[in-house]
């Protein structure tokens, strides 16, 4: 009996131990990363179907706008070619999925800045319908964007720091993952914030 006793508590032990050292959590901190990143695309998603009802709307009362309104169809292709599956992304393709979403968030900044030139435009009901869910998305890509970030931040840790680390090099073999955005050049940094409500700002 005593045997078993001891037995069943070098067991715990054994396993308390392996869990502190990141056998448990280098995999699940993986997996909130994947999840995040799958929410972020899915709101980014959201965005991409919206924008083509708002440019068809603003079309109908500036036209004369064709470039910015040809920057943002252009800019939402390009952002919509690139797919992610958050499992199996790597460093590269979240980059370059990165940098698309980037440049779309700018072509919209310009966008919602002549907007401000018509009054008709902005009286619109469409116009204002669609405003109101393109704010709330993008409302919540920050909201996405940032819990990104955090996972990432969390998982770098468990992967690179003492005890964790090592547990790492020995079972898991995970790089660091390059934070979102960090290697952006620094125009998509300073991109526009989208808001419907007061125009364009910074």
């Known amino acids: 009996m005593k045997k078993f006793i001891v037995t069943v508590l070098i067991a715990f032990s054994a396993a308390a131990t ?21 929410e972020l695309t899915n709101q980014y998603k959201r965005r991409n179907d919206l924008i083509p009802n708002l440019v068809n709307v603003v079309k109908g009362y500036a036209k004369q706008e064709a470039t910015v309104l040809t920057q943002v169809t252009e800019a939402r292709a390009k952002a919509t070619s690139i797919t992610l599956d958050p499992s199996k992304a790597t460093p590269e393709q979240v980059s370059a999925y990165a940098n ?13 800045s002549i907007t401000e030139n018509y009054p008709d435009l902005k009286s619109n009901e469409n116009f204002r319908d669609l405003s109101a869910q393109m704010e709330g998305t993008e409302n919540r890509i920050t909201v996405a964007r940032q819990r990104y970030i955090q996972e990432i931040q969390s998982f770098n840790n468990l992967v690179t720091v003492f005890p964790t680390s090592l547990t790492n090099s020995l079972m898991f073999h995970y790089s660091p993952m390059p934070q979102w955005g960090a290697d952006q050049p620094a125009n998509l940094q300073d991109a526009p914030k989208v808001d419907f409500g007061g125009g364009e700002t910074k």
Not at 18 to 34: A, E, F, H, R, Y
């Open 18 to 38: 392996l869990s502190g050292c990141g056998v448990q959590s280098i995999p699940t901190q993986k997996n909130s990363v994947d999840a995040a990143l799958a």
């Open 100 to 112: 698309a979403q980037g440049q779309l968030s700018q072509a919209l900044g310009k966008l919602l």
